[in-house]
């Protein structure tokens, strides 16, 4: 079966081989993305089943402003599904963002330095995960779930029982629906943004390229002389980047921060990731599927907290999400 479209290969010269990859499936991870988004479209008038006041400008406002934190995540979850792998050192990420920005503000750093240290640092634990990976051969998800947990403790630790760090006035502004440009809320030019920007990175870029590239084929990719140990690595940086980011954009959304800022947002991020189209297994996914998958749940979200459900009933809609998406790639699958 042949398809007009395909996935990202990794660079080569005239004297070296292309990477195998898997045989197109139906544009499987493409359709799934338009139909997710599709699927938005729809659930936005719906809406109006929990809350008359639904649909509305403020509810779409809401849900790009709510959904700019997942899709922050969910990217640097994504190019860790594009590897095969899978992040489990989400939360613990998070928190360090938000922690680091909001201590050293307090210690009297200005708030550009503090937040290029803060995701600088948690770039650091990315690439730690990736170098544990690539040299040693372990699995991605004990090894993220072991280094998440003992960065968990190690913040424990470093915090001592304090209360949360305060947010400077300047990142809370942000997030403020007064703080406007041309008449449109700062928080979604930060959504269009990040939006730019991941597209960019995971398909424009040659660390997006190398990455498709591993979750195709590893051994295709050290074929192709792709340097595996240190694509991994890259990769893993670049998602501890974006969790660290999302940290300091939740320390300024909230007007401050908790080492439990972090632990809503795993589940999400890699149901974003499935529901928009990504193989959990690696080498097919898109950015623009992502977001889309970000902006459903972050819907679904409110308006369970509409009805007045608890917490726990979205961690529902989160794990059902994504057993249907496996279900359905698998499906999908077979028929090609």
């Known amino acids: 079966m042949t398809s007009g479209l395909t996935q990202p290969t990794a660079p080569t010269t005239a004297h070296e081989p292309k990477p195998v990859q898997r045989a197109p499936r139906g544009q499987w991870w493409r359709n799934q993305a338009l139909v997710v988004w599709a699927l938005l479209l729809v659930c936005l008038p719906?809406?109006?089943?929990?809350?008359?006041?639904?649909?509305?400008?403020?509810?779409?406002?809401?849900?790009?402003?709510?959904?700019?934190f997942l899709a922050v995540v969910a990217f640097g979850q994504g190019l860790v599904v594009l590897t095969g792998g899978i992040d489990l050192s989400v939360a613990s990420s998070v928190a360090l963002g938000a922690y680091v920005t909001g201590a050293l503000w307090t210690a009297g750093l200005?708030?550009?330095?503090?937040?290029?240290?803060?995701?600088?640092?948690?770039a650091g634990v990315g690439a730690v995960n990736g170098l544990i990976i690539s040299r040693f051969g372990f699995p991605a998800f004990i090894v993220t779930l072991a280094v998440g947990t003992i960065l968990g403790s190690v913040l424990l630790g470093m915090a001592r029982g304090a209360p949360a760090q305060r947010s400077p006035e300047v990142l809370s502004a942000l997030f403020r629906?007064?703080?406007?440009?041309?008449?449109?809320?700062?928080?979604?030019?930060?959504?269009?943004?990040?939006?730019?920007?991941?597209?960019?990175?995971?398909?424009?870029?040659t660390l997006g390229v190398r990455a498709y590239a591993l979750g195709n084929s590893v051994a295709?990719?050290?074929?192709?002389?792709?340097?595996?140990?240190?694509?991994?690595?890259?990769?893993?940086?670049?998602?501890?980047?974006a969790y660290g980011l999302a940290g300091v954009m939740l320390l300024g959304y909230a007007s401050g921060a908790d080492l439990n800022v972090g632990e809503p947002w795993l589940l999400p991020s890699i149901a974003a990731v499935v529901v928009g189209g990504a193989a959990i297994r690696g080498g097919s996914g898109s950015y623009g599927g992502t977001i889309a998958g970000a902006l459903l749940l972050t819907l679904l979200?409110?308006?369970?907290?509409?009805?007045?459900?608890?917490?726990?009933?979205?961690?529902?809609?989160?794990?059902a999400v994504i057993v249907i998406a496996l279900l359905g790639s698998r499906l999908a699958g077979r028929k090609d």
């Not at 550009?112 to 995701?119: E, G, I, K, P, R």
């Not at 449109?184 to 990040?194: G, R, S, T």
């Not at 140990?229 to 940086?237: C, D, E, I, L, N």
Request: charged fraction near 10%; aromatic fraction near 6%; glycine fraction near 8%.
């Open 46 to 68: 719906l809406s109006r089943l929990v809350n008359e006041s639904f649909p509305s400008i403020s509810l779409v406002v809401n849900v790009v402003v709510l959904g700019l």
């Open 110 to 122: 200005p708030v550009a330095a503090a937040v290029l240290v803060a995701v600088a640092v948690c």
């Open 177 to 205: 629906q007064d703080t406007t440009v041309i008449g449109i809320p700062a928080a979604v030019w930060l959504f269009v943004a990040v939006a730019v920007v991941g597209l960019f990175i995971q398909h424009k870029t």
């Open 220 to 241: 295709a990719a050290r074929n192709s002389r792709v340097d595996v140990g240190r694509t991994t690595v890259s990769v893993y940086a670049v998602a501890g980047a």
């Open 301 to 319: 979200g409110i308006d369970i907290s509409a009805t007045g459900l608890s917490e726990g009933y979205k961690q529902i809609v989160y794990g």
